[in-house]
T-cell receptor
Framework: DTGVSQNPRHKITKRGQNVTFRCDPI?????LYWYRQTLGQGPEFLTY????????KSRLLSDRFSAERPKGSFSTLEIQRTEQGDSAMYLC????????????FGPGTRLTVT | SQQGEEDPQALSIQEGENATMNCSYK?????LQWYRQNSGRGLVHLIL?????REKHSGRLRVTLDTSKKSSSLLITASRAADTASYFC???????????FGKGTRLSVIA
């Protein structure tokens, strides 16, 4: 299967711990997006990359959030000093620069901060 | 912040009936997209309509766009139990900007 994959699918952590999530996009897609989704809401955009360049990061929720895509392939999203309010589904999506800008989403990582 | 606002928030219909969901947005757009999300899963792209288009079809899906009213509708005909999901509209102000999603409509199709 060549869809978007995310790991882990579920993460339970204690408040104050750091967590890192990984996203592997569809291989020929050079745009990669991170979203956060809380219960009953639509996805909320966080940041995105074109190849290895992070083109928008002002929407990251605080300076505890950071993302990387070092070789323009997979990406990681890190949350430092987690808080209970960080509990959410973190979604990754990718798209090709050709054609229309529909995005292909991964299954998400559900984070629970206790 | 969320640009789109879906209506209704929840919809329950019998299998075989048509389901209509509406989306309103606030600023000018380049395109509007509809996505489906099954419970606890990622989103699946359904259909994209550009700002210069008024109607688009894909299988049992029909999407309309009225840019003067800043609104769109998604019609699912002959619904099936497998259509049970949340449906989101998402807008893009240009072909390359990130998507802005609404809060979604939860559709339940009862067999």
């Amino acid at each position: 299967d060549t869809g978007v994959s995310q790991n882990p699918r579920h993460k339970i952590t204690k408040r104050g711990q750091n967590v890192t999530f990984r996203c592997d996009p569809i291989s020929e897609h050079n745009r990669l997006y991170w979203y956060r989704q809380t219960l009953g809401q639509g996805p909320e955009f966080l940041t995105y990359f074109q190849n290895e360049a992070q083109l928008e990061k002002s929407r990251l929720l605080s300076d505890r959030f950071s993302a990387e895509r070092p070789k323009g392939s997979f990406s990681t999203l890190e949350i430092q000093r987690t808080e209970q309010g960080d509990s959410a589904m973190y979604l990754c999506a990718s798209r090709s620069m050709t054609g229309a800008n529909e995005q292909y989403f991964g299954p998400g990582t559900r984070l629970t901060v206790t | 912040s969320q640009q789109g606002e879906e209506d209704p928030q929840a919809l329950s219909i019998q299998e075989g009936e048509n389901a209509t969901m509406n989306c309103s947005y606030k600023t000018s757009i380049n395109n509007l997209q509809w996505y489906r999300q099954n419970s606890g899963r990622g989103l699946v792209h359904l259909i994209l309509i550009r700002s210069n288009e008024r109607e688009k079809h894909s299988g049992r899906l029909r999407v309309t766009l009225d840019t003067s009213k800043k609104s769109s509708s998604l019609l699912i005909t002959a619904s099936r139990a497998a259509d049970t999901a949340s449906y989101f509209c998402a807008t893009a102000s240009s072909g390359n900007t990130p998507l802005v999603f609404g809060k979604g409509t939860r559709l339940s199709v009862i067999a």
